[in-house]
């Protein structure tokens, strides 16, 4: 596959800051296109199948416009016991949310698909990671919160702050990177498969 990406373009279908931001320490030459989906939940849909629907459909829509382009399609959802989580609306709703975790553990699904439609390619994968949290006080989520300009992240979760690592004592997963909305390792593996 690696020959036809030098030939034609990589496109992140996501308006994630997050996501360009990691895809750019890897990859220095791509564009980005926002997908603008319908993101809500279907009727007893999983967030594991949910995350792999949206970053499908996120990627299909993109490569129906650009079909000579490999498109990247991602997308992140949270389980806390089989409640699908989203980005929270505010920093009360960002409180109530993250404090519901102290001693319990939250399962991020970070769905990924590559779509190159011309050459009729498809590839999937769904990252899983567990995040064990401690018994943590008020205090130290107010002061994790406080910290951030904003919270438009899934469940509220920023694991490259120092002050929320406070907050967990374990990361259960394949790629450490995939957290932050893009399974990267995988991306890379198949992009040089």
Do not use: C
């Amino acid at each position: 596959m690696s020959e036809s990406i030098k030939k034609n373009n990589i496109i992140l279908a996501s308006s994630s800051i997050y996501r360009s931001r990691l895809l750019k320490k890897y990859i220095k030459n791509f564009s980005i296109r926002t997908p603008d989906i319908d993101e809500t939940p279907r009727k007893k849909e999983s967030a594991k199948d949910l995350s792999l629907r949206l970053a499908l459909s996120k990627a299909k829509k993109i490569s129906n416009s650009e079909p000579d382009s490999f498109i990247i399609g991602s997308d992140q959802v949270a389980s806390f016991k089989g409640t699908i989580l989203g980005k929270p609306m505010n920093y009360e709703d960002a409180f109530n949310t993250i404090k519901k975790f102290s001693k319990e553990d939250v399962i991020f699904f970070t769905g990924i698909a590559l779509i190159n439609k011309n050459e009729n390619l498809q590839y999937h994968h769904i990252d899983i990671t567990t995040i064990s949290f401690k018994d943590f006080n008020d205090q130290m989520l107010k002061n994790y919160l406080d910290s951030e300009e904003n919270l438009n992240t899934t469940a509220g979760v920023k694991m490259e702050s120092s002050l929320f690592r406070k907050l967990i004592y374990k990361v259960q997963t394949e790629d450490e990177e995939a957290i932050i909305g893009l399974p990267i390792q995988w991306l890379l593996n198949t992009l040089d498969s």
